[in-house]
């Protein structure tokens, strides 16, 4: 049996301003220090060993990371970033209030292409040259689809995360809301039109246990 820890980072300042954020790159703000924080601190009471972290490259992912971490005495412990596991781009809706776009864009059509698993939201006119991207050889999106999203996470999970679990060892990925949700629908094995019921709140451990075939065994929701 091994563990696999999956948590959303704590509330950035896009959380907090309530604007649609994909790959840009948000700070936390003093309440999701707080909550990354207190996440570490729920993951000692259960007592796991954590083998191997691993993040986005976006920098509120890696500092709730550092700050469990932290909590957990574990500073030593190698942390993997990849691209593979950033937010979900949310094309030219990026920096644009979510009220503000259920009022230009409409209720239904913004839910869409939040939890429609294939709706891809409006596209960046122009692609977005930053230069860690470009330095790794990566064109950001124009936007992308949930489908999208999971590819790419999916390749990072069959690579990365499969092999070290298969070895016995546990993983912790500290990502975000749509990157986990889409791992967490190929987990407990939801349905592409039941996305809307996976909740991924900030800051809450969630602690899969699976067995030697990677099938889950039993999993923990911390709220």
Known sequence: MVKLILMRHGESTANKDNTFTGWTDAALTDKGRAQAKEAGEILNKEHIQIDDVHTSLLKRTITTAYIVCDVLAINWMPIFKAWQLNERHYG??????????????????????????????????????????DRIGIDVPLSESLKMTFVRVKNYWDLNIVPRLQAGRNEMIVAHGSSLRVLIKYLDQVADDQLDQIDVPNAKPIIYTLDDHLRVVNKQVFK
């Open 92 to 133: 030219a809706l990026a920096g644009i209030d979510k009220d503000e776009a259920r009022r230009r864009f409409g209720k239904q059509q913004v839910e869409q292409w939040r939890r429609g698993y294939q709706d891809i939201p409006p596209q960046l006119s122009v692609r977005d040259h930053q230069p860690i991207y």
